[in-house]
């Protein structure tokens, strides 16, 4: 079994950043943000993505994945960088009490992605009967569904400079369909609205203005509700600022560490 890493700047001193990309990518997809940032930078394939096989595709089995990375590469005082899926991997990593991270920046998420009574902050257009009948769709034509998402992602229907919407669309569909149903179940139904008011690090929320997964309102929820959060909002970026504005998002994520 295995944990495919991806690596940069690892002759770079200070402390670590932890990269951990969205539903449907992997790893290598944050090296145009990586070149930005001023610290050695690991970043996972997530279970079922890429060429990591050791956990299960759920959330939890990502969070498993993350304590296990740490652990091996003796990693400390890392700041820890969520992208989408990779946000909710890091709340529940650290709601279990994992260690090793001293600050968290999650990137257009919310910890509760379906609607519920009071909560005005999930995914755009969707519900429980919608997420439901999506997974069983993804199975029953995965390459509709991989165009379908891939349009989601960014400001602009054709993409941005790092990556074109037909790049995008191209990797979901190397994806293997059944894994990313359930990986696509497990995520929906999740809910870390609490570990989000527990959380144990500081918090920086980084939304894109012109994203179509979340609106910019979830960065506000995230940045009042944390114990220690503020946010910010990319300007012309869609739901993958990561891509979009790399070097705004490095600036970002670097002036928070050293704040």
Known sequence: MTIALHRWG????????????????????????????????????????????????????????????????????????????GALIGWQYLEQGGTGIARMVSVDMSPRPLPAPGWDFPMRNQSEPKAARAATRFEQDWPRAARAVAQTMFARPQGCAAMSAAQAEARIRARNPATMARFWTSLTQTDLRGAVVRLPVPLLALHGAKSRVYTQATGDWLARTAPDGRNRTLADCGHAPILEASDATARAITEFIHA
Do not use: K
């Open 10 to 85: 690892t002759e770079r001193t200070g402390a670590p950043v932890i990269l951990l990309h969205g539903w449907t990518m992997s790893g290598d997809i944050w090296a145009p943000l990586a070149r930005h940032l001023a610290a050695p930078c690991f970043a996972p394939d997530l279970p079922g993505h890429g060429a990591s096989t050791a956990y299960p595709a759920t959330v939890e089995g990502g969070a498993a994945q993350l304590g296990a990375l740490i652990a091996a590469n003796g990693l400390h005082d890392a700041t820890l960088v969520g992208w989408s899926l």
